[in-house]
């Protein structure tokens, strides 16, 4: 029995978890669960799971929820608020795997607690990974922490990997990825059409259901420009081993090519609950609730170089991580302002790349060789999005 503790546990991916969750309950036990300010979602959960720990970040959140405790069948449970709280309930000695499914910057430190205290860590919070970088994967091989990547495309290169692999150690055999792409919402629209995209289409992802932030980054592709420099850490390879390969289909999760000509794919429905209960279950399986792969329906399976004018973030990822240092850290920060002015209505789709660029474009490069220069690059970079966006909403 292990006992997991589930970061941004009201969210997507968070929910797709505590379903495998509950089809296990012979193996897993939950310990904590968190989230930012949905009370009635972690509510809900708490019913259900009865764990010990419910974090909630947000202070006056956090109180209403404690009042709501109170009184209810639920008032032995511990409710903490604040971020540091997501530290500590990462750590416990109770808990042997670590769900890190918070979104964005927010999940980094509560990730690589995970990580140092030697957790089993399942990640999807691939922007704590983007901007920590050689830190985080340090932190891996310093304590002995199995990291498992819960993202669909990395999970799957992992699977494809040979066997017994461990994450952040190149296997020599494997000379490239095929990282592979659904190409979003806008594959196929004309480019002068895209900068009058709207939120709403834009999250309007055509195979997979996620999260707004994520969602945006697949239209803009630059998700596939994180995950291409999250696939660089996980497996040591450099950004010229990583081939971006748009397969609208979504059946492939991605490719290994290895010296002798082989190259391997691991493939499956869309359903996030496969990568998760493959983290889950490793290096046994289970079930997952996934829908088998029906390759009758499937019928054919197309794939197409991306074209990087018509998708600049991705370009833009790839700069980042040659540049290397702290680049990445800019490129991230950056990219969650912009994506937030977008949802937010206060930019055009179409400006995303641009703040980023700009931002790149103006800061030197720092070798990212501690946490607290990764952290100032990150505060330096949110500030001079905005002021680039106050610019262009001018
Ligand atoms: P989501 O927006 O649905 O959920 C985010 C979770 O993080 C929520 O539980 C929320 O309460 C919590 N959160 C948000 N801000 C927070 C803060 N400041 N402090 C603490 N908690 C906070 O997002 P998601 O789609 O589940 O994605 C989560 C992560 O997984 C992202 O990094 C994403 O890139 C990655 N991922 C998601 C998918 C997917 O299918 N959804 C696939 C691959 C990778
Ligand atoms: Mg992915």
């Known amino acids: ?46 019913l259900q799971h009865r764990p010990e720990y419910a974090v909630v970040v947000d202070e006056n959140k956090a109180q209403l929820f404690t009042e709501k405790l109170k009184n209810s069948e639920l008032s032995d449970i511990k409710v903490l608020s604040g971020s540091e709280a997501l530290e500590k309930v990462a750590t416990l000695d109770t808990v042997d795997s670590v769900m ?4 964005g910057a927010a999940g980094l430190l509560s990730g690589l607690a ?12 691939k922007e704590a990974l983007v901007m920590s970088g050689d830190i985080f994967m340090q932190a891996v091989t310093d304590s002995g922490a199995h990291l498992l990547p819960i993202d669909s495309e990395h999970n799957a290169i992992f699977q494809c990997m040979p066997g017994g692999y461990t994450a952040g150690v190149r296997a020599k055999e ?51 420009g994180l995950e291409m420099i999250e696939a660089c850490l996980l497996f040591d390879m450099s950004p010229e081993q990583i081939q971006v390969v748009i397969h609208p289909q979504s059946v492939i999760h991605s490719m290994v090519d290895y010296i002798d000509g082989t190259v391997l794919a691991q493939m499956g429905n869309p359903d996030m609950r496969i990568p998760i209960a493959h983290a889950m279950a490793w290096p046994e399986r289970f079930d997952s609730g996934a829908k088998p792969l029906n ?58 790349p641009v703040i980023i660029e700009r931002c790149m474009d103006a800061t030197k490069i720092r070798p990212a060789d501690s946490l607290a220069i990764v952290l100032e690059v990150d505060q330096q970079a949110r500030i001079m999005a905005k002021q680039i966006i106050d610019e262009l909403k001018n």
């Not at 941004?8 to 968190?34: N, Q």
Request: contains cysteine; charged residues 20%; proline residues 5%.
């Open 114 to 125: 995970a990580a140092k205290a030697g957790k089993t860590v399942l990640l999807a919070n």
């Open 174 to 224: 494997a000379r490239r990825i095929l990282l592979t792409a659904s190409g979003g919402p806008f594959r196929n629209m004309p480019v002068e059409q895209m900068a009058n995209v709207t939120p709403d289409q834009a999250v309007a992802h055509p195979n997979w259901d996620m999260g707004r932030k994520i969602s945006v980054d697949s239209a803009t592709m630059m998700n596939k």
């Open 100 to 103: 890190a499914a918070i979104v």
């Open 295 to 352: 390759i009758f329906e499937v019928r054919h399976m197309d794939f197409e170089e991306p074209n990087l004018e018509r998708f600049p973030c991705l370009r833009l990822a790839y700069k980042a991580m040659k540049a290397g240092g702290t680049m990445p850290a800019v490129l991230n920060a950056a990219n969650e302002i912009a994506v937030e002015a977008f949802l937010n209505e206060q930019v055009r789709f179409t400006d995303i």
């Open 1 to 46: 029995m292990k006992g997991i503790c589930i970061l941004g546990a009201t969210g997507s991916i968070g929910v797709s978890t505590l379903d495998v969750v509950a089809r296990h309950p012979d193996r897993y036990k939950v310990v904590a669960l968190t989230a930012n300010k949905n009370i009635d979602a972690l509510y809900e959960q708490c």
